[in-house]
Nanobody, 123 residues
Framework: QLQLVESGGGLVQPGGSLRLSCAAS????????IAWFRQAPGKEREGILC????????TYADSVKGRFTISRDNTKKTVFLQMNSLKPEDTAVYYC????????????????WGQGTQVTVSS
């Protein structure tokens, strides 16, 4: 089972950018998909973007299309979430999660989770 650690969260003004990182350890394999989820206060955790083992990208949240991108560096076992044109409604705790090979938008399909990193978009 992978261990995942997120970093890069913080406070940013509307319209600003942040890049989150998800560093994986505990496995020598790159045959896993990594997804980013987020959870705002009082709301359910939602899947926003995922990158599969072969590198295919899927966007699950319409609200981030054209603003957020996902990428991975297999040599560093790290997945990145680049967030541009941030809005106050993007405020949430962001989590990365891993499962074997292929992407999914469902929380229950992922068996490894990071501890989360807070992103706050406010002026």
């Amino acid at each position: 089972q992978l261990q995942l650690v997120e970093s890069g969260g913080g406070l940013v003004q509307p319209g600003g950018s942040l890049r989150l990182s998800c560093a994986a350890s505990g496995s020598t394999s790159n045959y896993y998909a990594i997804a980013w989820f987020r959870q705002a206060p009082g709301k359910e955790r939602e899947g926003i973007l995922c990158i599969s083992s072969p590198g295919g990208r899927t966007t699950y949240a319409d609200s981030v299309k054209g603003r957020f991108t996902i990428s991975r560096d297999n040599t560093k076992k790290t997945v990145f979430l680049q967030m541009n044109s941030l809005k106050p409604e993007d405020t949430a705790v962001y989590y990365c999660a891993a499962r074997q090979n292929y992407c999914s938008a469902y929380v229950s399909h992922f068996d490894s989770w990071g501890q989360g990193t807070q992103v706050t978009v406010s002026s």
